[in-house]
């Protein structure tokens, strides 16, 4: 009798089960990001596979968004043509605005930064490497290349150079047929997509090393802003990149170089400490670039820009001064730090969870000792009313 009438109240007193929250209802709210329409319309392209929804709450749940995530009272973030941007605080990691910032996007030469995080610091900058014509067979004439001939032996130190002010495609294939060991460049490019599961590039998937348009070759900006983090600690890197002008003498069997940097804003914006700029018909524009003002590194990364109002370099500057101009503690997420795993589920959903069972252990409470098997009865006795309930509701066969 004591049984009965526990459950009796238990049933009038039961709330209904918590379902866990679907992954569009755990993301960030929508809100459009400021865009202006482009004078020439892109062309068509098609569309990205979807974000795991683990990996949208990467960095912080503010950022589980295809739109706009910026910080409480913050300014209005600048109207630009990129699909998808983000600034972020290059030494304390915070994330200081984005748009869409782990949408898939393709990232055209700025997956050559994934090439020299991944490579860089296993390559011997004194190592002279001949080039060979598999290395330069199926670039396309009309492609960025630093002008590497078959049979010439140039310095990793200069491939680096070539890569990075000149977006050489030729010395990306070279890099990453040496970085490769005995698998040539399909290794490289493996230690590449190595490399951005390492940092937490979740959306990051390489399939050349150059950049040039492959098969499922995506990016995210969120990813680009991990891996330039990774780049930046290494003062070579830094180095290469801040480089305006770089002479490569001429030796046997090869002409001499000049390469000039590429990246405009190392003269245009005060502060820039260098950058790389992409651009394929598919990807359209990108730029990830990095630029220091009163002791504070800010990265700015943006992907499917066009080439006018602003361009990408343009657009770069204005976001760069919109993040310059927040408070230094101002932030929607942060930079996660290589190795770190992943959440296994978005915090809200983890916090769902544990509202649902401390629900269960009230009514344990509740129970006291011998409590299990009279919740036993309770859960018995909802499972025969849903299973009644069904039945009164179940349209008839006949």
């Avoid at 190392?266 to 630029?291: C, H, I, M, N, W």
Wanted: contains cysteine; glycine residues 12%.
């Amino acid at each position: 009798m004591t049984i009965i009438c526990v459950v009796a109240v238990a049933l009038s007193l039961t709330t209904p089960a918590v379902v866990p929250a679907s992954p569009a209802r755990l993301a960030a709210p929508y809100v459009p990001c400021p865009a202006v329409k482009p004078p020439v319309a892109p062309p068509p392209a098609p569309s990205p596979p979807p974000v795991d929804p683990a990996d949208l709450a990467v960095g912080g749940e503010s950022l589980a968004t295809a739109g706009l995530s910026i910080p409480a009272g913050a300014s209005n973030a600048p109207a630009v043509t990129a699909t998808s941007w983000l600034v972020a605080d290059l030494d304390s990691g915070a994330v200081l605005g984005g748009c869409g910032p782990h949408e898939r996007r393709t990232p055209a030469s700025v997956q050559k930064m994934l090439l020299a995080a991944a490579l860089m610091p296993h390559l011997d900058p004194t190592q002279v490497v001949e080039v060979t014509r598999a290395d330069l067979r199926d670039l396309d004439p009309a492609s960025s290349v630093m002008g590497l001939v078959p049979g010439g032996r140039y310095s990793i130190e200069s491939l680096w150079l070539g890569l990075l002010l000149k977006s050489g495609n030729d010395a990306a294939n070279v890099l990453a047929r040496v970085g490769g060991g005995s698998t040539g460049r399909p290794g490289g490019v493996q230690a590449m997509n190595d490399e951005a599961h390492r940092l937490g590039a979740n959306q990051t998937h390489a399939a050349t090393p150059s950049g040039l348009d492959g098969p499922g070759q995506y990016t995210s900006a969120y990813d680009l802003a991990l891996i330039a983090r990774a780049t930046y600690t290494r003062a070579d890197f830094r180095r290469y990149v801040a480089t305006r002008v770089a002479e490569i003498p001429a030796g046997p069997g090869r002409p001499g170089l000049s390469l000039t940097h590429d990246n405009t804003l190392l003269d245009r914006y005060p502060g820039t400490l260098g950058g790389k700029t992409g651009f394929t018909d598919l990807a359209r524009q990108t730029y990830v670039g990095v630029a220091e003002r009163n002791g504070r590194r800010l990265a700015v990364t943006l992907l499917g820009a066009e080439t006018a109002p602003l361009g990408s370099l343009g657009e770069a500057a204005a976001l760069l001064n919109w993040g310059f101009a927040l408070s230094p503690d101002a932030s929607v997420g942060r930079l996660v730090g290589p190795g770190e795993k992943k959440p296994d589920r978005p915090v809200s959903q983890v916090k769902a969870d544990q509202a649902r069972t401390g629900r269960s252990m009230s009514w344990m409470a509740i129970l006291g000792p011998g409590g299990g098997g009279v919740l036993a009865v309770l859960l018995l006795a909802g499972s025969v009313r849903r299973r009644a309930a069904r039945a009164a509701t179940k349209p008839s066969s006949g």
